[in-house]
């Protein structure tokens, strides 16, 4: 299965969008969460939900290798 993620901080807030992709589905979900710590002093950036979605749309899936071990 392959797996992606992007994470989006704002304020206080931060959102974790996951993308899987096993051999026939695709699957997104968007996790929104409150931080209770100060936000980091990183970059921040403003973005619409268009943007976003033909950001995410140019994403490339790569396969990892599984361990022979699993």
Do not use: A, F, H, Y
């Not at 992709?21 to 002093?41: A, H, L, T, V, Y």
């Not at 939900?49 to 490339?60: R, V």
Request: proline share 3%.
């Amino acid at each position: 299965m392959e797996k992606e993620e992007l994470t989006l901080r704002m304020g206080n807030k931060e959102s974790l969008i996951q993308i899987r992709k096993d051999e026939r589905d695709w699957c997104c979900s968007i996790d929104i969460r409150e931080n209770k710590e100060q936000p980091s002093q990183g970059w921040r950036m403003k973005v619409s939900l268009d943007e976003l979605e033909e950001e995410l749309s140019q994403l490339k899936m790569e396969e990892e290798q599984l361990s022979p071990d699993l």
